[in-house]
């Protein structure tokens, strides 16, 4: 009787064992929340650097606009002094045909007056006309502009550009020979 009674207790001990079985809690509750705080991060860095890339990447085509119908506009633009100085020789047995030159100076002037009469000054931040800003060669008309594009988040990630992107464009445009 003394081995059933040993057996009894022995079983008894492992099913109080069992029924009072937990699992052991691990020291890793809230390590969830610093994953998704992880990721969030990141996403928030993600999408500061492409919010900042695409303003950038904007502003740099609207100032390139702007410089193309500058360009333009100092294509057309008539330089008096060299329109009535100047003639060459036209084909065979016509006598000179006027000759539109372009100069550095008509160039500019035409495109500072082209930019106050669009307003650009109100539209870029620091917007400057630079060098080679002319005519290279007498029927281009050259434009280079700058300006500075704020970035719309500047956080841990864009402080180096807090204070916006510098961008410089060129656009050229050609005259058109008189008939």
Do not use: K, N
């Amino acid at each position: 009787m003394t081995g059933a009674v040993g057996a009894g207790r022995a079983g008894e001990r492992r099913e109080g064992v069992l029924r009072g079985w937990r699992p052991r809690q691990r020291g890793d509750q809230g390590q969830v929340t610093l994953l998704i705080l992880g990721y969030t991060l990141i996403a928030f860095a993600v999408v500061t650097v492409v919010a900042g890339a695409s303003a950038v990447h904007l502003g740099r085509h609207r100032l390139l606009a702007v410089a193309d119908a500058a360009a333009l506009d100092a294509a057309d633009a008539l330089d008096r002094q060299g329109f009535y100085g100047h003639t060459a020789s036209g084909p065979a047995g016509t006598g000179p045909t006027p000759v539109v030159r372009l100069s550095d100076a008509s160039v500019r002037d035409s495109v500072r007056r082209y930019l106050a009469d669009v307003g650009a000054e109100q539209r870029f931040r620091s917007l400057g006309v630079t060098d080679p800003t002319g005519s290279p060669d007498g029927t281009t008309a050259e434009v280079t502009l700058t300006a500075v594009v704020p970035l719309p988040l500047v956080g841990a990630v864009l402080a180096p550009w807090a204070d916006g992107v510098p961008i410089r464009v060129t656009a050229r445009a050609r005259t058109v020979p008189l008939p």
